[in-house]
C-alpha cells in the first residue's frame, strides 16, 4: 500500500533584502485594528501587482517576489507574532491564513 504525501503548499510574498543576511518576509501594520500582518498571494502576477500599490522604502532596501513554503511563512509569522493574511493584486484580503 503506497503512502500519500501531503503536498506543499506554495503562496508567493515580498521579500526585503532578498540574498543578503537581513533578508526578510516583508511585513506591516495596519494603523486602524493595530494588526501586524504578512501579506502573501496565491500568484506571482497578484504579488507583483499589489506590490506596485505597497509603501516600500526603495532607496535603502531591495524587494523580490519569491515563492516560499507554507510551513516556512507560519514559522517566520510565530516568531515576529504577524497574522498572515491571502491577499489580492488590489491590497484586499481575501482571508486569513490560519496556523
Keep these: 500500500m503506497a503512502v500519500l504525501e501531503k503536498k506543499s503548499e506554495w503562496f508567493y510574498c515580498i521579500i526585503q533584502n532578498p540574498g543578503t543576511n537581513q533578508d526578510q518576509l516583508m511585513g506591516f501594520?495596519?494603523?486602524?485594528?493595530?494588526?501586524?500582518?504578512?501579506?502573501?498571494?496565491?500568484?506571482?502576477?497578484?504579488?507583483?501587482?499589489?506590490?506596485?500599490?505597497m509603501p516600500k522604502d526603495v532607496m535603502n532596501h531591495k524587494y523580490e517576489v519569491q515563492a516560499i513554503i507554507k510551513e516556512d511563512i507560519l514559522t517566520q509569522a510565530k516568531k515576529t507574532g504577524h497574522k498572515i493574511f491571502i491577499m489580492d493584486e488590489k491590497g484586499s484580503i481575501k482571508q486569513e491564513l490560519e496556523k
Excluded: G, R, W
Design 29 to 53: 501594520k495596519d494603523d486602524e485594528t493595530n494588526t501586524d500582518f504578512i501579506p502573501i498571494f496565491k500568484t506571482k502576477e497578484e504579488a507583483q501587482q499589489c506590490f506596485l500599490l
